[in-house]
């Protein structure tokens, strides 16, 4: 199965405008190649909380964020990785993990919504990857 993969290493320093520069990137390629409004509206979404969440974690704000992209035409598949030393809870997130009532921490769990997979672990000598699957053409 062929597909078309995006990869970019996104230095944040502090302001926004990587940040915004990215999530455009990710949603131009999205269109591109052909996906459903509502699918790269969701995937896009899952992507900014999984960013907000590397850069605040494992960049704190100053650092790299390697982003990957993969798409075919069954799944979008969604890879970034820190290099920083927070670890955000290992393992798949599951949508009854919703025990929180504060209003922070529920990135996770929008992840775990509009995504088919969501699974977090730390990387060998330091730093997250959170992988998101989506797959295409399932009901919203």
């Known amino acids: 199965m062929q597909g078309s993969t995006l990869a970019r290493t996104l230095l ?18 999205l269109r591109d190649h052909g996906l459903k409004q509502e699918e790269v509206r969701a995937i896009v ?6 960013l907000d969440n590397a850069w605040e974690h494992g960049t704190q704000g100053d650092g790299e964020i390697d982003v990957r992209l993969r798409h075919t035409a069954r799944y979008v598949l969604v ?3 820190d290099r920083g030393t927070e670890l955000l809870p290992v393992g798949r997130i599951h949508a009854s993990d ?3 009532e504060n209003e922070r921490g529920r ?12 699974h977090v672990r730390g990387v060998p000598g330091g730093g997250t990857r959170v992988s998101m699957l989506r797959l295409l053409g399932r009901e919203p």
Request: charged share 25%; proline share 5%; no cysteine.
């Open 107 to 118: 990135g996770m769990l929008l992840m775990n919504k509009l995504m088919d997979f969501v």
């Open 45 to 50: 979404l899952a992507f900014s909380e999984g």
């Open 12 to 29: 944040v320093d502090g302001s926004p405008e990587p940040v915004r520069a990215m999530r455009a990137t990710i949603d131009s390629f």
């Open 98 to 100: 919703e025990e929180s």
């Open 79 to 81: 890879s970034l990785q």
